[in-house]
């Protein structure tokens, strides 16, 4: 099993910009989640994913759009990069019907200059 | 609203204990704790359930005092490996494993 992975690895955009960041879990988990962390702080959540189908909000979302094309994908996209999206991009997915622990992918480091 | 880790960094020798503070100003239904090496993607560790059930790992431990609503995080008898940013993560309701995270704490092991 891969768990989650995440591409690409690092990026370099300039302002104005767009991208997608991509994921995808071989665990055959319901729930994945998208997550920024800049430096020196925790995880804050962009977007969530309960099941196919389903996005919700979480707490950082403006700027961003995602798209959950499968059970195993879940894509982030930045339509018009800005420098305060400069951050590291971790995807996660967990198992819905209990409470359960996140899985994290490798991250995706952004800078936008 | 995030919740407060407490200490920010601690710096250990090997063999020393550490405790990790997490309080939430809101009604907790769970804790995660996860553990991050410098460059790497958070790590699970434990959760704590509202009622007393636990899920983790077990040379780590943790409490959770729903009343007061703070969980603490006990390292003992640290190892090198034990190095890294300690994150709690709190959810307010059974909903998906939505988590709000903490700032952190930095815990240095040296030899």
């Known amino acids: 099993n891969a768990g989650v992975t995440q591409t690409p690895k690092f990026q370099v955009l300039k302002t104005g910009q767009s991208m997608t960041l991509q994921c995808a879990q071989d665990?055959?988990?319901?729930?994945m989640y998208w997550y920024r962390q800049d430096p020196g702080m925790g995880l804050r959540l962009i977007y969530y994913?309960?099941?196919?189908?389903?996005?919700d909000k979480g707490e950082v979302p403006n700027g961003y759009n995602v798209s959950r094309l499968n059970k195993r994908e879940f894509s982030l996209r930045l339509e018009s990069a800005a420098p305060s999206q400069t951050s590291v991009y971790f995807c996660?997915?967990?198992?819905?019907?209990?409470?359960?622990?996140?899985?994290f992918g490798p991250g995706t480091r952004l800078t936008v200059t | 609203q995030q919740p407060v880790q407490s200490p920010q960094a601690v710096i250990l020798r090997e063999g020393e204990d550490a405790v990790i503070n997490c309080s939430s100003s809101?009604?907790?239904?769970?804790v995660h704790w996860y553990r991050q090496k410098h460059g790497e993607a958070p790590v699970f560790l434990m959760i704590?359930?509202?009622?007393?059930e636990q899920k983790g790992h077990d040379k780590i431990s943790a409490s959770f005092n729903e009343k007061k609503q703070q969980s603490s995080l006990y390292l003992t008898a640290s190892q090198l490996s034990y190095s890294g940013t300690y994150f709690c993560?709190?959810?307010?309701?059974?909903?998906?494993?939505?988590?709000?995270f903490g700032g952190g704490t930095r815990l240095m092991v040296k030899p």
């Open positions: 996660a997915s967990s198992e819905l019907e209990v409470v359960n622990e996140q899985y």
């Open positions: 994913s309960a099941s196919e189908g389903t996005t």
């Open positions: 665990m055959n988990h319901n729930s």
């Open positions: 993560g709190t959810e307010i309701r059974n909903a998906g494993n939505m988590l709000t």
């Open positions: 809101k009604a907790l239904y769970s």
């Open positions: 704590l359930l509202k009622g007393g």
